[in-house]
């Protein structure tokens, strides 16, 4: 057995665990016919959206994967549609597990807090595994058709089939996810904003009363936003990162012996972390106690402390013994296995303090919180200058860790060192998508307990288990965005180590054997690329939070008209049309989300040309502004996702601290505040925020297959 | 006479303007007792908060002299002291006309609206021409008297006495200018934020009533925030810009024969935009109508219209001929007098692009302010959700005139092209100050007629004069971020330039006369400088953010106090202590403005330090990291600035929109929410956004005097 075969291996191993929890949590008890019925009205919303949003995705798909073969030949178009269909396979199959499982958590939850929590975190373990499972076979199998099966040479500067291959297939799956993460974003914030606007605010009925026709929408957004959209978000980041260092590699090291060893240890590195990731959701137990993050902690560091022997084991076994000294003659640094180690290991510290200061700034037991909940006191204006402030703090201390990482990844093995530590840090996404989708599962339960009239306790209960969900959910963003920045670093590298390649063929003077493209910053295109770079994520995050606004509106718009023309809705003499309210977000956000995400697709194209238009040096600026836009948009969009998850998250929880009892309570001038907040921080942290990390890839990787194209591969 | 006499008469003609325009505004009827004594309690609280703040600033800059003094010689320290208290001299002479202005423009409005508009309109223009005059007068008559008096050479690279003046002096400006925006800005928005909350919010009473105990606080902050500090910050925006054109001169072209006509140039079109805005001030004139801002634009139109034919003018003397060619002979780029005419005639343009711009989104007659009211009627979320929504979107226009003008300036002239485009731009720095500085004028005039108990009518005036101050002020800003943008990229030219220079000196290693350090993208520390750099205005921005709302909510328990321990207060038959809720207000501000200010001060230092500790290359990366650090905040501050100011000038403009009689006018519910994002958008546009401005520039200049004090300059 090959090490590809391994890593194959370890990849069904995931599917296969998938396979049978999914089993256990179908089998078991959904609970009467009341809540069956509501969940059935959830389920049903969740699949007409997503039929909806895929086949609109499907025709732009379809279009893309048709330029992708023109330009550049039908094995990449084949990887750009893998990348595509499996990273809607990853959030379909979520998002069906988690409208079956929210019932059954509601029904488990009336029996205990520790049966709720087992039964939603093994929903959300399923998700996670196939998500890390598909995107580690997807590349393991593509590789290895073209490798093992067609004969394709990795090191071959005029066969660059497999390098090409695995920046389509990347670019397939960030694509798909930039609309699913979008359009899910869209959907879940409206009907959540439109819900909480029209009925807590004007009807003044409680979250989650069957007799607001936007209630179903907004269970149906949780499932079709924090699940099927960050499912697809996390197959894209995984797949780009790991990915990228595959290529990373082919690219730089061509030349040394252990070629074959190196492009197998990523996926190697994939394949352990999910074994033990796998052993980590068995830890997850309350242990007597109802700490319910405590539980998830637990889980989360048995993976992690696992993962240590375990990438040292991969390394060791890819490299044929941990100590090999790896020379790359282009360059003449050199790294040893251990180094390689040691890269990985601070991927997986960087992935504990993100989660740590995430955690710092999004929980109810510091500062941060504590400070927006008791800015709500003197109103709604000094609550959302409070929540900004921490917004726009909470991105300090990730920057610094991420520079950190940076450094001494980059002194370790270079830019492979970056790879590296960016790799292991995917390498965990199973367990950590595994925390994060247990949240619309909670959420929903807990949304169905009130609406089929369960006991208080049940209810109770499955807010104890959904508090944690704010968490969990700010995490896994803090994670994912720190780990683009990464990979979009190493998307950076390979992209001027493209252009040296292939400067030649584009057309490009060359010196000492390298492009003649000025990357400094005394190069004024360069600066122009930054601005035009740190521009996208603004004016992205500007689209995306004027869908949520439009599409809320047209929700308020709707359910009043329902209310005006039905007296019976109010009375819960009749039952509201909420199929009607589906409909229409589900139009709404497949409609909005259209234009923001090609930005990114268009952005890069159009820069490149302009620029070589207008400057005396033609190809050469317009490649300088090119890379800067990608620098501009990884360093401009780090900061705006940061805060604007961490802000999200924030407010939320500050809304729950106050509902907990501080500061007057529910009901009180500082809860209504409080709300406000909440509703300002939810198209900051679930839709623009979010979408900015599939975003920052895109860019890069359109940037790739730009330069691909005018070099002529395929052609 | 030689020319850079000329630019000192023309400078010394601005402050002739401001002397005999002061007497004609202080002649004027200063209205009935109770009129004088309000003004007197205002003018008394901004006195005593002036005199408190420049004590405390006084004290930071006698120890950085000191400093710089020890580090680059007594020169330098001199030029920082110049900088410095002239920086401070501009904002206290403004200050103490607004105060004075403000009653009698209450009173002249009485008459009619032209002759509130003039007399206010006046009184800006004092402040205009005093900051222009004193500005292009601390550059000229420092160099003039380093050169022509002291005799030292400008093109001797053993001899740096006048570039290393120049910067210290701008230095010096920048730093008294963060302190006192930061400072003004904190105090302002604290004062209006608490006065609001508790009055407006809690207590149920008007704007400007006297029974606020926090009402005078309010107008004084007017004065110390919106006159005072932006005053200080427009003084410091001219000494860089034209500074730093002056240095980039010195040091990119010390061989050219026209070098001394190139050097007095940047001071000569200063001079000539003097002349032309002194004669743009007759022409604000309203001519029959009721259309203020259009009285505004006439006057701006003018003074850029009769500049193009002044910088032919002065271009044309300087070189001896406009036609005159000046080629570089260490980079071989060449311009003629007319190319560096083309590109202040696109300082121009893009002054009047940027102002077209910034009152397309803080105007009530567009989309995006009518977009922030609709949203009101939804409720807070919704206006807030909308206004953060137009805040990221208004960054893209002026990044893209920015873009044009660094392509368009470059290919004309190179990187002198950018220092004379930036250099125009604040040429007309008297015209846009003038229209800045007549906002608190009104503001406060229609705060004293309120208190005053005046006729409904004057109150009416005074409004339709201080509904034009929000769009000038957000204009000004605008302005000034894009200007300091230009002015930072010449900066950083200068920083690159002198580390050739110096290279032998700082111990770097040199190729082909060239320091070797990398600035290029693909040098992981270039990656962590541009990190760095970009966080420093959000930590900026969280910093002054937190500080408002702490110093706000001190207000509010203040006045809650006061109402508490004497009921006579809100039943109007007791005085409440105005003084005491100033004073407090005072000490906060002082207080809070002091550790953000020092931010943009020792990161670079630090960041250079610990790089060069760090990286196996030492002081070749710390240079490196150093430089990305700086165009790392230029880059990021532009998006925060533009972002902030141009929100928070469209959140205020909705609310009046608003208060004008759309979506149900005063005391309605959208009015409400309106309100909620007027609050938010204060700290934005009034604290935190403006002050990015001279934040980038102490960056900048700190970096460039690090070199300097590290290349043993001085010593």
Sequence with gaps: MTLVQIAIALGLLAIVYGFFTSRQVLGADPGNAKMQEIAAAIQEGAQAYLNRQYTTIGIVGVVVAVLVGWFLGPISAIGFLIGAILSGVAGYIGMNISVRANVRTAQAASKGLQEGLTLAFRAGAITGMLVAGLALLAIAVFYWVLTDQLGNPINDPNNRVVVDGLVALAFGASLISIFARLGGGIFTKAADVGADLVG??????????????????????????????????????????????????????????????????????????????????????????????????????????LAIPAIWYATDVALGGIATEVTISSSGTSFTGMDLFWCSLLGLVITGLIIWITEYYTGTNYRPVKSIAKASETGHGTNVIQGLAISLEATALPTLVIVAGIIIAYQLAGLIGIAYAATAMLALAGMVVALDAYGPVTDNAGGIAEMAGLDDSVREKTDLLDAVGNTTKAVTKGYAIASAGLAALVLFAAYTTDLNAFADKLGLETVDGKAAVSFSLENPYVIVGLLLGALLPYL????????????????????????????????????????????????????????????????????????????????????????????????SGIFVALSMTAGGGAWDNAKKYIEDGHHG??????????????????????????????????????????????????M
């Design 200 to 305: 807590k605010v004007e009807a003044g009925i409680p979250e989650d009363d069957p007799r607001n026709p936007a209630v179903i929408a907004d269970n149906v957004g949780d499932n079709v936003g924090d699940c099927a959209g960050m499912a697809a978000d996390l197959f894209e980041t995984y797949v780009v990162t790991v990915g990228a260092t595959m290529v990373l590699t082919a690219l730089l090291m061509s030349n040394v012996p252990q070629l074959e060893g190196l492009m197998a240890l990523p996926l190697l590195i994939g394949g352990a972390c999910i074994v033990t990731s796998i052993i980590g959701t068995y830890f997850v137990r309350l242990g007597g106690g109802k700490n319910v993050m405590g539980a998830m902690y637990k889980g989360f560091l048995v993976s992690a402390v």
């Design 540 to 635: 992205f995050g500007a689209m995306g939070m004027t869908a949520v606004g439009r599409a809320a509106g047209d929700v308020v718009k709707d359910v009043r008209d329902q209310f005006a023309n039905d007296p019976g809705i109010m009375a819960g003499t009749s039952r509201p049309n909420y199929a009607r309210t589906v409909d229409l977000v589900t139009k709404a956000a497949i409609k909005e989300m259209i234009i923001p995400s090609l930005l990114p697709v268009l952005a890069p194209v159009v820069v490149y040309f302009v620029i070589t238009a207008v400057s005396p040096n033609g190809a050469a600026d317009g490649f300088a502004a090119l890379g800067a836009l990608l620098l501009g948009v990884i360093i």
């Design 665 to 714: 309570g529910k009901g009180s001038e500082a809860h209504k505040a409080a709300v406000t907040g909440d509703t300002v921080g939810d198209p900051y942290k679930d839709t623009a925020g979010p979408a900015v990390n599939p975003m920052i890839k895109i860019t890069n990787i359109v940037a790739l297959l730009l330069l691909a194209a005018l070099a002529g591969h395929g």
